[in-house]
């Protein structure tokens, strides 16, 4: 049965640094496009980074393109997410899923039923 379980959470200052890491299992997901995902209090969730099944395409929302950066390593089955000059506003649980296009996972299309997310909290 697929599973998505994400890590590496806390709390950090504005500025600071996190890495989030989806450890995937159940399922072939080299084969897949993965996101990071995030809902944000009082808010929807949103997508804000996808990569390729190779590794060799990405997508960010504006929101944090230039800060964060998505990669993947499919020999263990995990993606990351490297969090860099945090915001508050960046303050949000964090999800992973899969999808089965790139198109369609960047328009917040998944595969899989969500885990229990990463909580990432920014204070000013």
């Known amino acids: 049965q697929p599973q998505l379980e994400e890590s590496g959470g806390g709390l950090v200052q504005t500025g600071e640094s996190l890495r989030l890491s989806c450890a995937a299992s159940?399922?072939?997901?080299?084969?897949?496009?993965m996101g990071w995902f995030r809902q944000r209090p009082e808010k929807e969730r949103e997508v804000i980074a996808v990569?390729?099944?190779?590794?060799?395409?990405?997508y960010y929302a504006d929101s944090v393109k230039g800060r964060f950066t998505i990669s993947r390593d499919n020999a263990k089955n995990t993606v990351y997410l490297q969090m860099n000059n945090l915001k508050p506003e960046d303050t949000a649980v964090y999800y992973c899923n899969a999808g089965t296009a790139f198109s369609t996972l960047t328009a917040g299309y998944v595969m899989d039923d969500w885990g229990k997310g990463t909580l990432v909290t920014v204070s000013s």
């Open positions: 990569i390729n099944s190779n590794g060799d395409g990405t």
């Open positions: 159940g399922r072939t997901y080299s084969l897949y496009p």
